[in-house]
C-alpha cells in the first residue's frame, strides 16, 4: 500500500504544479504539498489493486509524464482565458492597462478573467471533479507504463488546439465589434480628413469595451465553464 500510495503521489504532486486554482504561483508550497497528500489518500484507495508491485525508476517517470501531461490539459483551459484576454485588450486599445499582481506578464483584461474563471471552476466543485479525472487516468494512462508515443502526442495537440479555438471564441465578440468600428473611422477619417478622429475615436472605443466587458464578461465565463465540463465529462477523448 506504501508503494502504491507513493507512485499515486508522483502522478498528483506532478499533475498539482499545473492544475488551475491548486497549483497556481499565489498558492504557498507548504498549502501544494497539503493538496497533494489529501489528493493521494482520496485516490490511492481507489487505484491500489492497479499498481505494479515492484516499480522500478521507470515507472515513477511514467508517472511523472502521466501527471504533467495531465495538468497540461487542465492549464490549457487557463491559457484560453489567457490568450482571450491578450485579444480583447489588442483589439479594444486596453493592452497598455498590465496588472502589476499577476504572477505572469499579461494585460489587466486577461487577468481578470483567468481569476473569474479559477472561481467560477472551484465554485463548481473544480476539486471533485479533478479527483473523479484523476481516478479516471489510471484506465487511460496504465500505471507505472508510459503511454503511447502517437496517441499520447494526438491527445495533447488535439487539447492544445481547443484551448486556441476556445480563446479566438471567447474574444471573436470584441475583435469583431473594434474592426467594425475601426472601419467606420477610416470612412469618416476619409469624408472628414480635418477632423483628429483619433482623438475622438480612441477614448470612446476605451469606453465602450469596458462597457461591453462588463456586460459580456458572465457570458464568457459560461461558455468557458461549460467547454470545461465537458472535458471533464470525457478527459481522455480526442477533441474533435
Not at 12 to 39: C, D, M, N, T, Y
Not at 66 to 87: C, K, N, P, T
Not at 201 to 230: E, K, R
Request: proline share 7%; aromatic share 8%.
Amino acid at each position: 500500500m506504501a508503494i502504491a500510495a507513493l507512485l499515486v503521489f508522483l502522478r498528483i504532486g506532478a499533475a498539482l504544479a499545473l492544475l488551475p486554482a491548486f497549483g497556481e504561483h499565489s498558492v504557498p508550497q507548504r498549502i501544494r504539498l497539503v493538496l497533494a497528500l489529501a489528493f493521494t489518500a482520496v485516490v490511492t484507495p481507489a487505484v491500489a489493486r492497479q499498481m505494479p508491485t515492484e516499480p522500478g525508476l521507470a515507472s515513477a517517470l511514467a508517472e511523472v509524464v502521466a501527471g504533467l501531461a495531465l495538468g497540461a490539459a487542465f492549464r490549457f483551459f487557463i491559457l484560453a482565458l489567457q490568450v482571450a484576454g491578450s485579444m480583447i485588450a489588442q483589439a479594444t486599445s486596453l493592452s497598455q492597462i498590465a496588472a502589476g499582481a499577476a504572477p505572469e506578464p499579461q494585460p489587466a483584461v486577461g487577468h481578470l478573467l483567468t481569476t473569474a474563471g479559477l472561481a467560477v471552476a472551484v465554485m463548481a466543485g473544480l476539486h471533485i471533479r479533478v479527483a473523479e479525472t484523476l481516478i479516471l487516468s489510471y484506465a487511460a494512462f496504465a500505471p507505472g507504463a508510459f503511454p503511447s508515443a502517437a496517441d499520447f502526442a494526438g491527445w495533447g495537440l488535439a487539447q492544445a488546439a481547443q484551448a486556441f479555438q476556445l480563446g479566438f471564441a471567447l474574444a471573436a465578440p470584441f475583435t469583431i465589434a473594434a474592426l467594425m468600428y475601426n472601419l467606420a473611422l477610416g470612412a469618416i477619417n476619409r469624408a472628414m480628413p480635418a477632423l483628429m478622429v483619433s482623438f475622438i475615436g480612441a477614448p470612446a472605443l476605451s469606453a465602450a469595451s469596458l462597457a461591453a466587458l462588463a456586460l459580456l464578461t458572465p457570458a464568457l465565463l459560461t461558455v468557458w465553464a461549460m467547454a470545461l465540463d465537458g472535458f471533464l465529462a470525457s478527459p481522455f477523448e480526442v477533441p474533435r
